[in-house]
């Protein structure tokens, strides 16, 4: 048994697949990828996420330790979301699920 985060897993994949789980995980770390992003720009390159949904899924690449979220005292709070070392390391998982999906649909290439 592994256990991480208080939780126990039998095998490293599970980990990886409970911090990549979330149908909208993968594309927020896939657009943080180019660099820091406001809620807004989050919520307008995501299509179809609701607010709701956002906020959540994101707290939870915070607390597993993918991205930081940065409050500026400002009035508005401007808010930034920005990938670590380790959201960073989960970029090559991410580009070989692109090029899987590529090969998938028999496309030559897709931005």
Same mark, same amino acid.
């Given at each position: 048994?592994? !256990?991480?985060?208080? /939780?126990?897993?039998?095998?490293?994949?599970?980990v990886t697949?409970?911090?990549?789980?979330? /149908?909208?995980?993968?594309?927020? &770390?896939?657009?943080?990828?180019?660099?820091? /992003?406001?809620?807004? !720009? &989050? !919520?307008?390159?995501?299509?179809?996420?609701?607010?709701?949904?956002?906020?959540?899924?994101?707290?939870? &690449? !915070?607390?597993?330790?993918?991205?930081?979220?940065?409050?500026?005292?400002?009035?508005?709070?401007?808010?930034?979301?920005? &990938?670590?070392?380790?959201?960073?390391?989960?970029?090559?998982?991410?580009?070989?699920?692109?090029?899987?999906?590529?090969?998938?649909?028999?496309?030559?290439?897709?931005?």
């Amino acid at each position: 048994m592994i !256990e991480w985060n208080g /939780k126990e897993y039998r095998c490293p994949v599970e980990v990886t697949m409970d911090v990549l789980s979330g /149908k909208w995980k993968t594309l927020m &770390l896939w657009h943080l990828h180019d660099g820091t /992003k406001r809620y807004n !720009e &989050l !919520e307008r390159i995501v299509p179809g996420v609701s607010q709701k949904m956002l906020t959540q899924q994101l707290k939870e &690449l !915070e607390r597993d330790g993918l991205l930081i979220r940065t409050v500026y005292p400002e009035i508005p709070p401007r808010v930034e979301y920005s &990938l670590t070392e380790l959201g960073q390391s989960a970029f090559p998982i991410l580009e070989m699920m692109h090029s899987w999906g590529i090969n998938k649909l028999g496309l030559s290439e897709l931005d």
